[in-house]
């Protein structure tokens, strides 16, 4: 249904192997790691998370107005049980790869739908919770049309990088990331379908 990435994984066993993700070191210790078509069957996936998630839409005090936030959400807390047998199969892989490096097992998934390319988040690094303050790990799923994530140092002065999201990819923001770099999904006049991202984060990180 959607357009995979160029090295997507076909035969349907299980999630490429994270040691073929490419590591990125950015400036002030952050990095990122990618790994394209990591998934194997995301159209499946995408069909049933769309369906079966209780997506809601939230609204957010913007100064003195309240908004809708541009796009749906979900949130699993660590006592919750993920919504896709795929997503406890992606966050086991996870934990097997990245527990050593990260001194702790991904507990909460955050997912959010973006219905089309009017949908989008705002430059932002998760620092609601310890990822204001210590090194963390964020590692995101994307399934369904594909979209750009944007990575800029904070307070301004470096150059944005990009990072074209596609169906079945994984991106780990690792490192000091999250206080030190910031990110944002842009709204798109290309993107006409939906995407769905999944966000693993540990404890205590939002
Ligand atoms: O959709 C994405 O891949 C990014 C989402 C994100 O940055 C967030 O929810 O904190
Ligand atoms: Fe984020």
Known sequence: MFQGSLLDFTDGTGPRPLAEARRTNLSHG??????????????????????????RGERRRMYERVVDVPRLLAFYDESAALPDPALVDAKAALDAHYTSELGEPFRTAGLCLYRDGRDSVAWHGDTIGRGA????MVAILSVGTPRSLLLRPRGGGGRTLRRDLGHGDLIVMGGSCQRTWEHAIPKSARAAGPRISVQFRPRGVR
Do not use: K, Y
Not at 30 to 55: C, Q
Not at 133 to 136: E, S
């Open 30 to 55: 952050a990095w990122i790691d990618v790994l394209p078509g990591w998934i194997p069957d995301a159209d499946a996936l995408f069909e049933r998370l769309l369906a079966s998630v209780p997506w």
């Open 133 to 136: 303050t210590h090194d963390t």
